[in-house]
């Protein structure tokens, strides 16, 4: 991958990965989909994709089983990461649906072959159909277990030559403690990722930290929750971190 100058504005990416979880298509409710969530999210996607950015997706499977939480209770881990990994494909769907609804096409692809609902992974596929303007969707993580969709998402982003990964949370950027915690947490605009592997600050998981760090690969974090926030980020305006450097 082309090293990538980690002080650009987001606004000249053309193609990036939005990595956002499972939890956040589950609105208030304490478990599964909420349909107006999943199509307010689709949305969003669809005017990003409106000012011709070239679009990939990894959804997170935590709203409907989390691998590790099943492990937790003794379930056997791998396994565990299997049934989380099919969540995800079930999420990708939802998203699929939802952005079909609007007239954005687009592709689920899965780590885990299963064709009668979505395409197998094949790289050169999945940047032909970015080529075209279709958003793809990466499901099932990287196929195996024991790595995160945080995981999946960084390594996707590298192969498709992404120019960031663009991590949608329930905050405006990288704070140095909980903000909904301590009124006096401080908000980075940038940060290295040595920093955040350092300070534990939990962006995304150390594998994929040490992923994006490798191949010079930026991680604008920001707010999933403000309408309109993707976009106004792609042109210019709004308030994000971007991890890099």
Request: with cysteine; glycine share 10%.
């Amino acid at each position: 991958m082309t090293d990538v100058d980690q002080t650009q504005s987001p606004t000249t990416y053309k193609r990036v990965l939005l990595k956002i979880s499972g939890e956040a298509l589950m609105g208030d409710q304490g478990y599964g989909l909420h349909p107006p969530t999943v199509v307010r999210i689709a949305q969003e996607v669809k005017s990003v994709h409106d000012l011709g950015v070239e679009i990939c997706m990894v959804i997170g499977g935590g709203n409907i089983f989390r691998g590790l939480q099943g492990s937790a209770q003794g379930m056997e881990r791998t396994t565990a990461d299997y049934m989380g990994m099919l969540a995800t494909v079930m999420n990708a769907l939802a998203m699929q649906s939802a952005l079909e609804d609007i007239g954005v096409f687009t592709r689920v692809i899965s780590a885990i072959p299963m064709d009668q609902v979505c395409e197998p992974y094949i790289r050169r596929r999945a940047v032909r159909h970015l080529e075209k303007g279709r958003v793809c969707i990466f499901a099932a993580g990287t196929g195996n277990p024991y790595f995160t969709t945080d995981t999946a998402a960084t390594l996707r982003a590298n192969e498709m030559a992404c120019e960031a990964i663009f991590k949608g949370t329930k905050v405006d950027g990288v704070y140095d403690k909980d903000p909904e915690k301590f009124d006096d947490a401080k908000r980075y605009d940038q940060i290295s990722y040595d920093d955040v592997l350092q300070q534990r600050l939990g962006v995304m998981d150390a594998s994929a930290i040490a992923l994006a760090r490798d191949n010079n690969l930026p991680i604008v974090v920001f707010s999933l929750d403000e309408p309109g926030g993707f976009r106004g980020i792609l042109a210019g305006e709004g308030t994000y971190t971007i991890v890099g450097g």
